[in-house]
């Protein structure tokens, strides 16, 4: 393992020497790893041990090189566990057979977690509230799974199996799975994806009429959409409360679907067209939730290109922009779109990446970007890799500052140069260490360790170097002395 770490560390400095492109000091670079049907890791089902950590870490060590700092993983795709869970079954696409452990037995989460905290960058768990059986027809589930044990619990809508969003029952247990994933591992954020009622299916109801009649309260018999709404609003707000009661400090993301509502329904939403949105179609109210505080950072899925008529980027990016209400607001692009055959001349080239990129850092509220999803970069899409090292990403940048945590500020480091090697004291509640570069009044970060050394490369220029250790928070120390090398 330490010679994988000394290779990222590497080229995380080769990316700081040789940066083009002047990039923001904090900003989130974030890429989704999809477990859900092997979209993106492991990929195929029954891989051995050694295969799948193999897979994982070449992931995480190309997404370092693109000068990523976080990994969103999707620990939990359909009520079951990339875990090691005492409530829920080992997924079928770990395994191959839904409730099977790994042989020999580990835990994808917790070595997940390590890896990502080796390479100093964070790891968001990754889950889905109500999505219960994949392709229910065709599935296997384990005679344990809770669709088994507690059939009353579930809906069938289209081709897919769900919690009954309006029991409150539903609530209960997927705040409890939440919990546990909080309370025992090291993971640095939760995250939920886009799915809260499914996508409507044209010429078939959602089937919670009944739950309606029983649970519908002041809302029946005619507002059903403001009782899902309410349904949904009330289980963030139970799930946020859980995370905050384990670790007030964790914050609880949201990636929604990239439209809110259209302007030709609401006066509020953007000048879209889209033809299913948040509001009104998965009944999440994501902004009722930005004003509540029952979540911590936003990150709409734009997967659309400039200059789409009916959901065009630059509108929803600007709208976005103006609505996330003071919380870290990233933006989710499309990466899989990039295809040289697409209809869509946009997609031909990185290009409408980069210029989205570049228009996301001119929107004061936007503060990064996610991308979808993590093979694209492994399998080098169109040079992506190249093409934000080269055009956007050539520096290393720190993540935002959490304002939840008030954790001890690091003791800065001290500094000693021993042959080629830049070498400091451990401190005290740091996760990490940002190296500093500085030539006259030009200074950039050079790298972005969890090792307390990096080894410096020759040239012509005298730099002076220092560093800062980083807390949880990622709030910096007091600057270290300064080194200078040539």
């Known amino acids: 393992m330490k010679k994988v770490i000394t290779i990222a560390l590497f080229v995380s400095v080769s990316l700081g020497v040789f940066a083009k492109k002047k990039s923001p000091k904090r900003e989130m670079r974030a890429v989704w790893i999809a477990t859900v049907d092997n979209i993106d890791w492991p990929s195929k089902p029954g891989l051995s041990v050694k295969e799948q950590k193999k897979e994982l870490i070449a992931h995480l060590d190309q997404h370092k090189k693109n000068g990523m700092n976080t990994i969103i993983f999707q620990v939990r795709p359909a009520t079951d566990a990339f875990y090691n869970s005492p409530y829920e079954p080992w997924s079928q696409w770990l395994t191959g057979e839904q409730g099977k452990a790994p042989e020999p037995i580990y835990d ?44 009353e619990l579930f809906l069938t809508y289209g081709k897919h199996k769900y919690f009954n969003p309006g029991l409150p029952e539903t609530r209960d247990y997927v705040s409890k799975i939440v919990g546990d994933v909080v309370r025992r591992y090291d993971i640095d954020a939760v995250h939920f994806d886009d799915y809260f009622y499914p996508y409507k299916i044209q010429g078939e109801a959602f089937p919670d009429s009944e739950s309606f009649v029983m649970h519908g309260g002041k809302f029946y018999p005619d507002r059903i959409d403001e009782w899902r709404r309410e349904n949904v609003n009330l289980v963030i707000k139970q799930i946020n409360d859980t995370i905050k009661s384990i670790k007030p400090w964790m914050p609880f993301g949201i990636s929604p679907f990239g439209v809110w509502r259209n302007k030709s329904v609401d006066k509020s939403g953007s000048r879209t067209q889209a033809g299913q949105t948040n509001f009104d179609d998965l009944y999440a109210d994501v902004l009722l ?198």
């Not at 080269?390 to 520096?395: F, L, M």
């Not at 451990?426 to 790298?447: L, N, T």
């Open 289 to 486: 939730w930005l004003k509540n505080d029952w979540i911590d950072y936003v990150a709409p899925q734009i997967y659309w290109h400039i200059g789409k008529k009916v959901a065009n980027y630059r509108v929803i990016a600007k709208w976005w922009n103006k609505n996330s209400y003071g919380k870290p607001c990233y933006i989710g692009h499309g990466v899989y779109r990039l295809n040289s055959e697409s209809r869509i001349k946009s997609w031909h080239s990185t290009d409408e990446i980069v210029r989205q990129i570049k228009l996301n850092r001119k929107l004061k509220n936007v503060d990064g970007s996610m991308f979808f999803s993590a093979k694209n970069f492994v399998e080098n899409k169109l040079g992506i890799n190249e093409a934000l090292a080269n055009e956007v990403y050539g520096s290393p940048v720190l993540n935002l500052q959490n304002a939840l945590y008030d954790g001890e500020i690091p003791k800065s480091p001290k500094l000693r140069l021993n042959g080629e090697m830049l070498e400091w004291t451990k401190s005290d509640d740091a996760k990490y260490y940002v190296v500093y570069q500085k030539s006259g009044k030009s200074e950039k970060v050079f790298c972005i360790t969890s090792l307390p050394q990096v080894r410096l490369q020759k040239g012509q220029t005298t730099y002076e170097y220092f560093v800062c250790a980083i807390n949880r928070g990622h709030y910096e120390s007091e600057k270290s002395n300064i080194i200078l090398y040539n």
């Open 108 to 151: 994808p989460l917790q070595f997940a977690v390590e890896e990502c905290h080796k390479r100093a960058m964070e790891l968001h768990a990754w889950m889905n509230p109500y999505r219960a059986v994949f392709l229910y027809k065709d599935a296997k589930t384990d005679p344990n799974h809770i669709t088994n044990t507690r059939p």
